[in-house]
T-cell receptor, first 113, second 110 residues
Framework: DTGVSQDPRHKITKRGQNVTFRCDPI?????LYWYRQTLGQGPEFLTY????????KSRLLSDRFSAERPKGSFSTLEIQRTEQGDSAMYLC???????????FGPGTRLTVL | AQRVTQPEKLLSVFKGAPVELKCNYS??????LFWYVQYSRQRLQLLLR??SRESIKGFTADLNKGETSFHLKKPFAQEEDSAMYYC????????????FGKGITLSVRP
């Protein structure tokens, strides 16, 4: 296991299109998190899962965003009807429950034209 | 609400000089504090956490609850320390999200 992986690493899309990103966490980690990072800012929390249950969602997560973790392993983040303001780096992280430290993937950079 | 403030955007020092990267936080409970580092073209990685009380790559950070600070220090900077550093806070209880500061770029000149 080489750590958290994300796919794709880069995505360019046109405004109005739908995009989906995938995250594979460290195998024994039961918590999975999504963050978004824009230029000059630290990562901002979007949502997290414990196993397959989505336990918290940020107000940043509009109804165009949906995340799933169907079998408690990998997760997908879908953005529908993308807008230019969605352009950002989308980061995934995983951790063991109650362990605190989160380990990050390389991110997916989304550019909406 | 939880908030992390990193008041400076850039710190530039010469090799061998001491480094202090400032971090202040706001949280009503007892948070857990972290420093993450991002080297050029690499992913965000955990540098250290306050409960471990470790020194990693010569860096240390002490949680000061009275001043609500968690400053990162290193007595002698190395060129390979040049990177982006983020301070982050993890709330307790059901709140599992990390709240990050805006980050600071450390540049260590030869």
């Amino acid at each position: 296991d080489t750590g958290v992986s994300q796919d794709p690493r880069h995505k360019i899309t046109k405004r109005g299109q739908n995009v989906t990103f995938r995250c594979d966490p460290i195998s024994e980690h039961n918590r999975l998190y999504w963050y978004r990072q824009t230029l000059g800012q630290g990562p901002e929390f979007l949502t997290y899962f414990q196993n397959e249950a989505q336990l918290e969602k940020s107000r940043l997560l509009s109804d165009r965003f949906s995340a799933e973790r169907p079998k408690g392993s990998f997760s997908t983040l879908e953005i529908q009807r993308t807008e230019q303001g969605d352009s950002a780096m989308y980061l995934c992280a995983s951790s063991l429950a109650l362990a605190g430290a989160q380990f990050f993937g390389p991110g997916t950079r989304l550019t909406v034209l | 609400a939880q908030r992390v403030t990193q008041p400076e955007k850039l710190l530039s020092v010469f090799k061998g000089a001491p480094v202090e990267l400032k971090c202040n936080y706001s949280y009503s409970g007892s948070p857990e504090l972290f420093w993450y580092v991002q080297y050029s073209r690499q992913r965000l990685q955990l540098l250290l956490r306050h409960i471990s009380r470790e020194s990693i790559k010569g860096f240390t950070a002490d949680l000061n609850k009275g001043e609500t600070s968690f400053h990162l220090k290193k007595p002698f900077a190395q060129e390979e320390d040049s990177a982006m550093y983020y301070c982050a806070l993890l709330g307790t209880g059901a709140n599992s999200k990390l709240t990050f500061g805006k980050g600071i770029t450390l540049s260590v000149r030869p």
